[in-house]
């Protein structure tokens, strides 16, 4: 897949499918820890993660282990962790409670089902890319050369010196952000 990108790149298409592939599979992250706090969850939600944690056990019964011993997290916090493999057909996942501790081993991996983080997109630019089936992620872009690319992927030439230029506004009445950029 890497070499066909360096092929790619050297026929001129820098953009192209498998250089795309590429650069999403370097940048994919394998881990996702996700943390919850309940100070006084009501009585439903300890039925429901009470409810889901015998579901996984009947349904991975073969893959899973219980741990009770020396396991002290915090009463109301519960701590989760998901490992994909790198070929991303299966994963790991460690639910961790007050007095509990779940380990499912070689659970298949659905994409979709989990989404992982990567060093390129946020966790929300991700949901958003999947929400859109990928066509349509606006994102803008300054290059170290000056160039940049606009939301709409036109790229300018445009010389940035020291002063502040606004590189992207919220047009609607709120104005709730502004985003400046500057050459050191």
Same mark, same amino acid.
């Given at each position: 897949l890497y070499?066909?990108?360096?092929r790619d790149r050297r026929d001129g298409q820098r953009?192209?499918?498998?250089?795309?592939?590429?650069?999403?599979?370097?940048?994919?992250?394998?881990e996702l820890d996700i943390e919850i706090m309940a100070q006084k969850a009501p009585g439903w939600l300890r039925q429901w993660k009470s409810t889901v944690r015998r579901y996984l056990q009947h349904i991975f019964y073969d893959r899973t282990s219980i741990d009770?011993?020396?396991? #002290?997290n915090p009463?109301?916090?519960?701590?989760?962790?998901?490992?994909?493999?790198?070929?991303?057909?299966?994963m790991n996942v460690t639910i961790r409670g007050p007095r509990r501790e779940l380990n499912i081993t070689r659970v298949?991996?659905?994409?979709?089902?989990?989404?992982?983080?990567?060093?390129?997109?946020?966790?929300?630019?991700?949901? #958003?890319?999947?929400i859109n089936k990928n066509k349509y992620s606006p994102y803008c872009k300054v290059?170290?050369?000056?160039?940049?690319?606009?939301?709409?992927?036109?790229?300018?030439k445009y010389r940035i010196g020291k002063c502040d230029y606004v590189l992207a506004k919220d047009a609607s009445p709120d104005e709730s952000f502004l985003v400046l950029v500057s050459k050191p």
């Open positions: 070499r066909q990108c360096l953009d192209s499918r498998s250089c795309q592939e590429a650069l999403r599979l370097r940048s994919q992250l394998r009770e011993d020396e396991v #002290m009463e109301g916090l519960i701590r989760i962790r998901a490992t994909v493999d790198a070929a991303e057909k299966e298949p991996h659905v994409p979709g089902w989990v989404l992982f983080p990567s060093t390129r997109a946020s966790l929300t630019r991700r949901v #958003m890319d999947r290059q170290a050369n000056d160039n940049i690319r606009t939301f709409d992927d036109v790229e300018y």
